[in-house]
């Protein structure tokens, strides 16, 4: 349930300034003596999308939402908990990816509480970025926005998965990003 809104939410956001995006696109299948890491043929990454390091490479995204006080990460700083589990996804991902797809591989490891390991940092900074650069807002509203965004969205999903849902769920519209004003405070006019 984290897992999927955090990749939706990455997904609508790099909609806006990449090309091809794709959920859970297939991989090519690979000769396991070749690879290291997942060799099996029906293997799948959470995103894809042209356009994000440089304008025509593909670049792989895979998801995870790891629980920071969990009893298997006690006695583990968060930075060795982000570490630890980047170089999980990328042991299992990095090589097939980049040796069979001829693509990037980007880890996208989000604790519960909030907080996103170097990888993940990185990769949100440059879609700030790119968003910024697009629709002329201020970087650091467009990096409030999407912070916001990708906290709520844990949030909404630790709240569910706490008290679980009352009534039936219904889908709701989120306005569209073009039509978003990035500075959440008002600019004061002068006269």
């Known amino acids: 349930m984290r897992h999927n809104a955090i990749r939706d939410t990455e997904a609508k956001l790099l909609k806006e300034v990449c090309k091809d995006i794709k959920i859970e696109p297939s991989l090519i299948p690979t000769d396991a003596d070749v690879i290291h890491g ?19 490479q593909k670049t792989f995204m895979d998801v ?13 700083t968060a930075e060795a908990l ?3 589990n ?3 996804k990328k042991s299992k991902y990095n090589e097939r990816v980049i040796n ?3 693509a990037t591989f980007t880890p996208l490891v989000f604790s ?3 907080g ?3 990888e993940c940092t990185k990769l949100n900074k440059r879609i700030a970025e790119l968003i910024s650069l697009k629709t002329g807002e201020a970087y650091s509203h467009v990096m409030r926005f999407i912070r916001t965004r990708l906290r709520f969205a844990l949030l909404r999903t630790s709240l ?3 008290r679980g849902t009352r009534g039936s769920y219904k889908s709701r519209e989120e306005c569209n990003l073009a039509e978003v004003s990035y500075n959440l405070i008002p600019q004061a006019v002068c006269e």
Do not use: C, F
């Not at 997942?38 to 025509?56: C, F, H, K, P, T």
């Not at 995870?64 to 583990?76: E, L």
């Open 38 to 56: 997942n060799v099996s043929e029906n293997a799948r990454l959470d995103i894809s999308a042209i356009g994000i390091w440089s304008q025509y």
């Open 112 to 114: 519960t509480s909030g």
């Open 82 to 84: 982000y570490s630890e």
């Open 100 to 102: 069979t797809e001829k």
């Open 160 to 162: 569910i998965a706490i």
């Open 64 to 76: 995870r939402v790891t629980h920071p006080t969990a009893d298997s990460h006690i006695g583990k």
């Open 116 to 118: 996103m390991a170097p």
């Open 86 to 88: 980047e170089r999980e």
